[in-house]
C-alpha cells in the first residue's frame, strides 16, 4: 500500500471517528431532550389539569353570580313595583288632601258668610224690636187720644202681629242659621283633627300682588310663594292705595304663589287683580 493510500485510510478512519463521536454526542443529547420534553410535559400537565380546576371553580362561581344576578334583578323589579305602586297611593294622598283642603277652604268661606248673616240678622232683629217697641207706645199713647184709640189700637196690633211674625221667622232663620253653623263648626274641626295646622314660623316681610279673586270660593291667589318663604298659616294684608280690603290666610302654597280665604270686615269690599298684598 503506497502513501496515498495510507492517507485516505487514516482520512477515513479519522472520519469514520469524528462521525461515530458526533452521533453519540447527538444521541446524548436527544436522551437530555426527551427528559427535559417529559419534565416540560409533566408539568403542562399539571398545570393543564391546575387550569382546569380554576376554570371549573370560574365557572361555578359564574354560575352563582348568574343566579345572585337573576336574584337582584328579581329584587330591583319588585322594588321598581312597590315604588311604583307607593308613587301611585302618594299621588292619589295627595289629590284626596288637596280636595279636602278645598272644601275646608269652601266651608271657612261659608262660615265666614253664615257669621256675617248671622250679624245682619241680629241687627235686623234688634231694629224690629225697637220698631215693636214703639208701636207699642204708639198703641199706648193713642189709647189717651180716644177720639183715635180705637183706629190707632188696630193698626198697631195688626202691625204688632206682622211683626211678631216677621220675627218668629227671624227666630226659625237663626236656628237653622246656628244648626248650620254647628255643623260646619263640627265639620271644620273633624278637618282641622285630619290635617292639622304646621306649626307656625316666622313669616318674613313680603310685599305681593293680588293675581286672582274667586266670589264663589272666597280663594285669593297672590304672586309670592315658597320661594319667598311663605308657608302655610301665613297671612297678608290685602290693601288698595290707603283703603285696607281684608285679610288672606295662605292654605296653599306653590313654588311661586300662593292661595288663601279671604276675611273681609267691612261688606261692600271685595279683592281684585293688582290690589297688595302685604305683611309689614
Known sequence: MNAVARIFVVINLLLAGGFLLAAA???????KWKEELAKVE?????NKRDLNGQITNLQTELTGSRTDLNSAKQ???????????????????????????????????NMSTLTNNFEGLKGTLDTLKGQVDTYRQQSIDAMAAKAKAE????????????????NAKLKDNLMLASADNGKLSAMLKRYQELYPAPAAKAQPKVDGAVV???????????????????AHGHEFDIVRGTTFIGTVRISRVEVGSSVG???????GHQPRAGDTATKL
Not at 454526542?25 to 436522551?31: A, E, G, R, S
Not at 188696630?154 to 211683626?163: F, L, R, S
Not at 286672582?212 to 311663605?230: A, C, H, M, Y
Request: charged residues 25%; aromatic residues 4%; proline residues 2%.
Open 75 to 109: 329584587n330591583v323589579t319588585a322594588v321598581e313595583n312597590d315604588k311604583s305602586n307607593l308613587e301611585t297611593r302618594l299621588v292619589a294622598e295627595e289629590r284626596g288632601k288637596l280636595s279636602a283642603e278645598r272644601q275646608l277652604t269652601q266651608a271657612g268661606g
Open 25 to 31: 454526542t447527538f444521541l446524548h443529547q436527544n436522551t
Open 151 to 166: 183706629s190707632v189700637a188696630t193698626e198697631a196690633n195688626v202691625k204688632a202681629d206682622a211683626m211678631d211674625a216677621v
Open 42 to 46: 409533566a408539568t403542562a400537565e399539571a
Open 261 to 267: 280665604s279671604v276675611y273681609i270686615p267691612s261688606p
Open 212 to 230: 286672582r279673586f274667586d266670589v264663589g270660593t272666597q280663594l285669593v291667589e297672590i304672586n309670592k310663594g315658597r320661594s319667598d318663604g311663605i
